[in-house]
């Protein structure tokens, strides 16, 4: 059983349908006791980082996420992953969960002025360090993105990136802690085959 | 860098995907659910859904034809046709949408792409629009083409932009079925004002239309129905054939 953290942020249904179609069982859920008996946790999010902390937060959810990620798999996608970091500098300066050393900081301070923001669309995602979740994904396969800030001063955890003017990291790992920054729900048979393999770990 | 986009667009009327359709033996109607499974498999890079019922019934037909779709198909979706609100934004969202795509009702109210950009981010607001040459002007017509308007196109498209759309998808009328090639010169004065995403739309006849259309570095995607729908040009054929002629696609 996968728990699909709700916390008000976001659409989960494509992802809960990703799950499904693979057939792996998911239950969609801010409640400790179906955290704790899950096998596996996904932290999904869209929008700002402040907010959603602030949404965790109130949902009394930062401390059951912290000692979970110890025990159990747990994958943060895009704005889920970059909650898995220390701290954002998305509007203000804010702390993360603090589960992956980095920082989450606007891409386009990094990036050539001329390059659009949001990094939106598809990207081939290379490779950087062998792993298990890449167990039925091809090195330099293609991933959907939509953001506009990245993580950064991580590279110890990086396991795929892709070019955007900068190296994004794509794919980061700390223990049993997953983040993918693009979207595997939305990226196709190749994102739903790290979502396989992610499920399998 | 990201790859240009081949999108597919499929019109759906009363729950059934119309506009010249020649599928497994039906002449103009198609399962949309099949359709989008084909294009899933051939490569598409995103699908685009429009609309085009008019009474309630069909709206709600749409919306569960929507959800069948955004279930087994995991690529971007965008969805237009009829969005005047906040609440249609909401209503095509939950069932799968992925970016939403305004004409006629940004037009009538241009905050509508303020409003839905602040709520739901701009990379989700799509404008739409529908432009044709009159009297050496690009006017933009509205009512699925039928109401010149009589903005101005390179006008409506920077303020767009600046209300918050994150992409434009940009449909000529004068190129529109000629299957003569996309109106270059339109993309061209368009992409020239805005730095937002910009969709090709109209006009494409073959593969060549394409690797000429992204010959204009501003272009980021084409789109097209008919002559994906007739099987005419193929998807994966198309983005081999795209990938020889040295354009950024990405083909799985």
Redesign the interface.
Known sequence: MIAVIDYGVGNLFSLTCSLEFLGFESVVTNKREEILAADKIILPGVGAFGDAMEKLKEAGLVGILREQAGAKPLLGICLGMQMLFDKSLEFGEHEGLGLIPGVVAPLSEDIDKSMKIPHMGWNRLDIVKDDPIFKYFKDGEAVYYVHSYYAKDCEESVLAGSEYGATVPGLVRRGLTYGMQFHPEKSGGAGLRLLKAFAEI | ???K?IIPCLDVKNGRVVKGVKFEGLRDLADPVEMARYY?ESGA?ELVFYDITASFEGRKLFTDVLRAV???I???LTVGGGIESLEDFDRV????A?KVSVNSGAIKNPNLIYEAAKRY???CVVLSMDVKRVDGRFCVFAKGGRLNTDLDAIEWAKRGESLGA?EIVLNSIDTDGVRGGFDLEMLRAVGDVV???LVASGGAGCMEDFAELFKLDRV?AGLAAGIFHTKKVGIRELKEYLKRQGVHV?V?
């Open positions: 860098m990201v790859y986009r899933n890079d955004a279930s087994e995991f690529i971007p969202l939950k069932c799968g992925d981010g701009s990379q994150g730095t937002i995403p980021d990405r799985e």
